[in-house]
């Protein structure tokens, strides 16, 4: 998927290359610490929301508070004032009326009394209470109804005379609404919920529904909010919210209230503290940014090393006139100068060496001319000179004797010119299998044909081993050196042949006994046109040479044997034979 993706930029190797270890070296390290940031990130977040809302709650809960507390405030003083035993009457305030004003100062919109019998005998404003309080219960919410109207009040419930089993109740409370809510949720930020005691359960106070709805949290959350500790749930309300519950105790410790404060999410807003989510941004930042740092890392390096690349192909398909640009200021630049400079050096050398090599080619043609003429000159000089006596000599046998001057002469420069040819003519090689003594056998029996004096001695040693040569050019080469031997030894004399195997490559030799070559002379001996024969051409040993090499080998003269001249041949063993 990575190599397609890459393809669309039009990357070569080492381009691909660089943005790959880019792309690892970047992103490997940035998983790694996304996934340790991520969950720092995600955490910190969980921590600051949860701590702003528990401040921001504080407004909720000390509203709460001080109505409480003003309640209770206010019932202090109405004991002072009556001395614990305000008087009661049906239909009648058991507040004094000068507390009255201070009443309305402190919040107390709701005052109630209810005779021993439970039986409600003064309430200002007509009210009736929809949930009550239980036992014990000196603080509580509760749900009011005045004509149409349903309210809560945050009430104090006073026992008078106190410690009595019959005994009327006062009720003073803080009558509020749904706006009283609204107008906290401006106060605070955040959305307050009030959840009243109501049958066993609590129940949202002004529910949109019109029907009580029920307080739903896990039983652990109950537990902890009957501990009187606030439960804090990011997914508060159906996942709505981040959400605080905080629990509203009377002075008894009984939860009269739940307080809900919660900041509701947004689209978009829970995905900071998604761990899963804040890994994958990651990744996907760190990966473009890698791809990018490599793209650019890529034509940075890579293109200046595909102009070299391209020089050095062009220098090395012979083409010397290649320069590369030198705009790059650093080691590139450095390198690019360099190999302009190499260029040049070798444009340089290569036009020398034609030069040179012209030079040399001219020098060997007029070397090679002026020994083809010395040769060829000398015969048809002899040959100029037997036909002017021709015409004068006049005794039969003078003519007959210059007539086989003019002959020989002919038949020498016949032979140079053969020699020549021999030399010029490379014909291609082709190779065989064969037994390395066939070719030397048949020169000899060629060569020896009329020399009946001449005796061969046979000593092969290689038994079936094979060379890979061409038999033909090897035999014209076996030719030239047992003309040379014949010519040494004259008429008369023996010839010793035979093989060995030595350093895993066969060696055939051919010895004869004439009067051998002196070591002066050996360095010589294989340079074109060198002859120590007055009718030799020098070319013999020069042509054994090419054609030996031509097929695979080496001819070498072998020094200091006790007799004669020996000179061997060398050849790669192929095989033995099957
Ligand atoms: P050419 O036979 O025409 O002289 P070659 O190149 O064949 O040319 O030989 C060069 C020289 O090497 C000969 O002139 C001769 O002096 C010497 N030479 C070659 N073979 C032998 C041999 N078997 N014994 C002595 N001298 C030899």
Redesign the pocket.
């Known amino acids: 998927m990575i190599c397609s993706f890459l393809d669309a930029f039009h990357l070569n190797h080492l381009q691909r290359k660089i943005v790959l270890v880019v792309v690892l070296i970047i992103l490997i390290p940035m998983v790694v610490t996304s996934t340790f940031s991520a969950s720092w990130i995600a955490t910190r977040m969980d921590a600051s929301i949860h701590r702003w809302i528990t401040e921001a709650a504080e407004v909720d809960r000390n509203w709460l508070a001080t109505v409480n507390q003003n309640g209770r405030l206010f019932a202090d003083v109405l004991n002072e004032v009556t001395h614990g035993q305000p008087r009661f009457a049906a239909g009648r305030s058991p507040i004094p009326s000068r507390l009255q004003p201070m009443a309305r100062q402190m919040g107390i919109t709701l005052v109630q009394v209810f005779d021993p019998g439970g039986r409600q005998i003064y309430s200002s404003p007509k009210a009736t209470l929809d949930t009550s309080w239980t036992k014990g219960q000196s603080e509580a919410v509760l749900k009011v109804s005045t004509g149409d109207k349903t309210m809560l009040a945050a009430v104090n419930v006073l026992r008078y005379p106190r410690n009595q089993a019959r005994h009327y109740r006062v009720v003073l409370g803080t009558l509020f609404d749904k706006e009283l809510l609204g107008r906290l949720d401006h106060l605070s930020g955040l959305k307050t919920r009030l959840f009243y005691p109501r049958d066993g359960d609590f129940a949202k106070a002004f529910s949109e529904e019109g029907r009580p709805l029920k307080l739903r949290l896990p039983p652990a959350a109950f537990e902890q909010l009957k501990r009187q500790q606030p439960y804090y749930s990011d997914s508060a309300e159906n996942g709505r919210y981040w959400g605080l519950y905080t629990p509203v105790a009377d002075s008894n410790g009984r939860v009269e209230a739940v307080l809900f404060s919660g900041l509701a999410h947004h689209r978009g807003d829970t995905l900071i503290t998604d761990q899963t989510f804040l890994i994958v941004l990651i990744i996907i930042l760190g990966g473009v940014l890698a791809g990018v740092t490599g793209l650019l890392l890529s034509r940075l390096i890579a293109r200046p090393v595909e102009v070299l690349r391209d020089g050095v192909m062009r220098v090395a398909s012979q083409d010397f006139r290649a320069t590369l640009p030198v705009s790059w200021r650093d080691e590139l630049g450095d390198l690019a100068r360099a190999f302009n400079g190499m260029a040049d050096s070798l444009r340089e050398a290569r036009d020398e060496q034609r030069r040179e090599f012209q030079r040399d080619k001219i020098a060997a043609l007029g070397e090679l001319s002026l020994a083809m003429a010395h040769e060829i000159r000398t015969p048809i000089g002899v040959i100029n000179t037997a036909a002017k006596l021709l015409d004068s000599a006049g005794v039969r046998g003078d003519r007959e004797e210059l007539q086989q001057v003019i002959r020989t002469e002919s038949v020498r420069l016949d032979q140079l010119l053969k020699d020549f040819q021999q030399l010029a003519r490379h014909r291609k090689p082709e190779f065989s299998r064969i037994d390395p003594r066939e070719p030397l056998e048949r020169a000899l029996q060629l060569m020896l044909a009329g020399h009946d004096d001449i005796r061969v001695q046979r000593r092969y040693t290689h038994d079936d081993l094979r060379i890979s040569a061409d038999p033909e050019l090897v035999q014209q080469a076996w030719a ?2 047992v ?3 014949i ?2 030894m004259g008429d008369k004399g023996e010839l010793l042949v035979g093989s060995a195997v030595e350093d895993e490559e066969l060696v055939l030799y051919l010895q ?1 006994s ?4 002196p070591p002066e ?1 050996m360095t010589r ?2 340079e074109p046109f ?4 007055s009718h ?7 042509i ?1 040479t090419t054609l030996v090499e031509a097929s695979g080998g080496r001819l070498e003269l072998v020094p200091e044997t006790r007799s ?2 020996r ?1 061997a041949m060398r050849f790669a063993i192929v095989e033995a034979h099957q």
Do not use: C, Q, V
Not at 514 to 517: A, E, F, N, T, V
Not at 536 to 542: D, E, N, Q
């Open positions: 030239n050196l003309r040379n031997a010519e040494a004869d004439g009067p051998g070559i002379l001996l294989f060198y002859t120590t024969k030799g051409s020098g070319l013999g040993l020069t054994a004669g001249a000179f």
